[in-house]
């Protein structure tokens, strides 16, 4: 396990280096100045591998710091009692040993190490959890020490916490592990599995506080026996557990590892192979169609459930959240005037909401590694005419995807106004979802022209724009400073609708005028 543990991090370290080495040979400013021998260079390595460690070790401890923070004051929005936090905490942790798994996560790192070099999957596999498990034993001990020394608890608090977290965790490995060994997909890419464990363990972690029953010292340490016990049964299985090779080949493969930050998005993708094997179109969908219409409509039937599943998972938290929250206004006078001022005061957030939400980078990023990777080795397929008349009809997809969680968001929104008892009229209430309708669209819009005018992906199927990473970074920084807009529902909506309108017709412009050059195959 010690050359495992020594091998991994090598290959760790190298993946590192090379990712800032890369960084710092593409940045415009340094693009001229460092030589092209770069890789070569031993004092440079060892300058990125100290940038590089100190870099993860900074974003670990404020990623789960900032986890930690957001449990703790959502706890308090639920109780003022400081066990809120615990009882809280201890189901979300429940909840992530699930759905937040690391084993059959794909990666670079994988990939290479088990599919390229040929590592024993089994060892690399109990080096990974043997030191994973350490890492996150020292770190949430001093951040929960730290947090429970603040919120004023016994630091005993902790301690069991991070012995819970541990013990928890290869329990959610295992049932993952067994999951794909008979299904052979993730569970995490069944939505309804996935909804069923999100709402069973967020809702008895919001449900318990709520009627004042918490996690104390007594009720932690009997949690940590029972747990302990299944943790024994199920490091039994992960030891016992043969097929890690095919696991771990079939789950990193090149396209998967290459491109980390969509990865879900293709692994989904076995599980449509599985499910929806040799599946044949209906007719009738094709019934009355003809050209790009005809062309767009095969293409989204074959792929209609990577293409949706997102739009429906979210449609479906957001149901489930309305749903939540107004039986909590119905029952606490209190809650019901704090949503009511927190509607009216930061509406503008929709926003950033809506941002969040949109499916448009996933969307555009289907239609190339399932339809353009190919497609755009033909010279017709970048004419002029082409290009337009299939952007046309893509759009139209895109905006109904993105209009089934949009829909449900506006109207979720005026139903609170309502039960809240804000005084809004019916035009006010017709302009709120005329509003949250607009920005999908507008999104919708922007995602696939920005496809269409900066096609980010080279032909290995890997992100290379950096022209689209930053105007995607700017996208973010002013849907966020939407949110200091402060005006009326009504001037709100009118502002929205015309500047979507404005940007579709600029769009069109810009990819009749520009796409037949930008969209091609770097």
Not at 103 to 110: G, P
Not at 234 to 258: A, C, D, F, V
Not at 310 to 334: E, R
Not at 489 to 505: D, N, P, Q
């Amino acid at each position: 396990m010690i050359n495992t543990l020594k091998q991994s991090f090598k290959i760790d370290m190298a993946i590192s280096i090379n990712s800032v080495i890369y960084l710092l040979s593409n940045t415009p400013l340094l693009k001229g100045v460092l030589p092209e021998n770069l890789y070569k260079s031993k004092g440079l390595k060892i300058i990125a591998s100290i940038i590089s460690l100190l870099f993860g070790l900074i974003k670990a401890v404020i990623t789960k710091g900032i986890y930690i923070f957001i449990v703790y004051k959502l706890s308090l929005f639920i109780s003022e009692d400081s066990l809120s936090f615990i009882t809280l905490f201890t189901f979300l942790t429940m909840l992530g040993a699930f759905i937040n798994h690391k084993i059959t996560t794909s990666s670079k790192k994988k990939y290479y190490s088990i599919v390229l070099m040929n590592m024993d999957a089994k060892k690399y596999t109990l080096a990974y959890l043997f030191i994973n498990e350490i890492m996150e034993f020292v770190s949430n001990s001093i951040l929960l020490a730290i947090t429970c020394y603040f919120i004023e608890l016994p630091l005993i608090y902790g301690f069991l916490l991070s012995i819970f977290i541990v013990i928890v965790k290869p329990i959610g490995e295992a049932y993952n592990i067994w999951y794909f060994e008979k299904f052979k997909y993730l569970a995490m890419n069944n939505y309804k599995h996935y909804f069923t464990l999100v709402v069973f363990f967020l809702g008895l972690g919001i449900f318990l506080p709520y009627v004042n029953i918490f996690f104390n010292q007594v009720i932690l340490l009997w949690l940590i026996i029972i747990t302990f016990i299944i943790f024994l049964i199920t490091m039994k299985y992960i030891l016992s557990y043969k097929n890690y090779p095919y696991m771990y080949k079939k789950l990193n493969n090149r396209t998967i590892s290459s491109n980390e930050s969509e990865k879900l998005a293709y692994t989904r993708q076995m599980m449509v192979e599985v499910k929806d094997k040799d599946k044949k179109i209906d007719p009738k969908k094709l019934k009355n169609k003809k050209g790009y219409s005809l062309f767009n409509t095969i293409f989204f039937e074959r792929h209609k459930y990577l293409l949706l599943s997102s739009a429906l998972k979210y449609a479906a938290v957001l149901t489930g959240l309305f749903i939540i929250t107004g039986i909590l206004v119905l029952v606490d006078p209190v809650i019901k005037e704090e949503i009511g001022k927190f509607l009216i005061l930061n509406f503008s957030f929709i926003v950033l909401v809506m941002y969040f939400i949109n499916r448009g980078a996933v969307v555009t990023q289907a239609m190339f590694f399932n339809c353009d990777h190919a497609m755009l080795r033909f010279n017709f397929y970048r004419d002029r005419g082409v290009i337009l008349n299939l952007f046309k009809e893509r759009l139209k997809t895109l905006i109904k995807i993105n209009l089934i969680p949009s829909v449900v968001m506006s109207i979720g929104i005026v139903v609170l106004f309502y039960m809240t008892g804000v005084n809004i009229n019916i035009l006010e209430g017709l302009a709120i979802i005329l509003s949250v309708n607009a920005i999908s669209v507008f999104f919708s819009v922007h995602y696939l022209v920005l496809y269409y005018l900066l096609q980010p992906y080279n032909q290995d199927l890997k992100m290379k724009s950096l022209s689209y990473g930053i105007i995607t970074t700017l996208t973010y920084i002013i849907a966020y400073s939407t949110k200091d807009i402060n005006t009326s529902f009504l001037m709100f909506s009118i502002i929205t609708v015309v500047v979507t309108t404005l940007y579709i017709i600029i769009a069109i412009n810009l990819v009749l005028n520009k796409a037949d050059v930008t969209f091609r195959i770097r």
